[in-house]
């Protein structure tokens, strides 16, 4: 079947180099949409946790030449650093194999709509003020994420259907965590409206959406560590937010969440 032809794909947290990542989801995505533009918002390779030990497999390598292929074809690849791969900072303003390095971009859609488009760790007090306690709160989604490995195996055993996300229900669920995702996209969406842009795509809190609020459009790619998840831009301007699993043993099975037109 030949890929879906979009105007734009938009990924984020992919974390390259640990355990959660889920590489074999993001290859499959891959080849399923053949795109204009690539988006790569940031926590692409995860240079934090490969300080605790490197987990690079064939896979994850098959991720980073495919995007470097895409890029020689010539789609236009832009990578903007987050704060796992805060090191590659250093080189914006430069291209390497194709991929031209920024801190931000401005992308109009198809039907001309501006979007900033960044990580979002800048608006992450955590993150910014508290980076110990930030690198503690990675190490424990870490463990979250391992854990929900064991447990979707236990799932599959006992013939139970459907996915359940461990992580997932833990930001839905403590308080503390639905609070700072509300606060994360409050200070995003005022700081678009402030520079009297259209609408953000952002990363950094693993927690996809797609929503217009007061004529602003708030766009978070989500993760590829739990959630797998993207945003597509159609030929038309139309934004789609798309989770992507596995369906059984090797089927895979796409789901549009939303799409705004």
């Not at 669920?173 to 409050?186: H, L, P, Q, T």
Request: net charge neutral; proline share 1%; with cysteine.
């Amino acid at each position: 079947m030949a890929a879906m032809k979009v105007r734009s794909v938009f990924l984020s947290d992919i974390h390259l180099g640990t355990r959660g990542c889920q590489a074999d989801s993001l290859i499959s995505f891959l080849r399923e949409y053949e795109s204009e533009h690539l988006f790569l918002l940031g926590d692409i390779v995860d240079f934090w946790a490969m300080k605790r030990g490197i987990h690079w497999t064939a896979a994850q390598n098959t991720v980073v030449q495919k995007v470097l292929r895409r890029a020689r074809h010539g789609e236009r690849v832009t990578l903007i650093p987050g704060n796992h791969d805060e090191a590659l900072r250093e080189y914006v303003g430069a291209s390497f194999g194709d991929i031209r390095v920024a801190a931000e971009h401005i992308h109009e859609t198809a039907d001309g709509r501006r979007l900033l488009l960044l990580h979002g760790d800048e608006f992450d007090q955590v993150t910014r003020h508290h980076r110990w306690l930030a690198v503690l709160g990675d190490i424990g989604y870490d463990l979250l994420v391992r854990a929900n490995a064991w447990l979707s195996w236990a799932r599959r055993s006992l013939r139970i259907s459907g996915y359940w996300s461990l992580a997932g229900y833990a930001k839905r669920r403590v308080k503390r965590a639905v609070n700072f995702i509300f606060d994360f996209e409050d200070a995003v969406i005022r700081t678009v409206r402030e520079r009297g842009l259209d609408g953000v795509v952002c990363g950094h809190i693993h927690s996809a959406c797609l929503r217009e609020t007061a004529g602003v459009l708030y766009i978070n790619c989500g993760d590829w560590v739990d959630s797998c998840t993207a945003i597509v831009e159609h030929l038309d301007g139309r934004l789609e937010l798309v989770e992507w699993r596995h369906a059984g043993a090797a089927a895979m099975a796409v789901v549009p969440l939303r799409a705004v037109a």
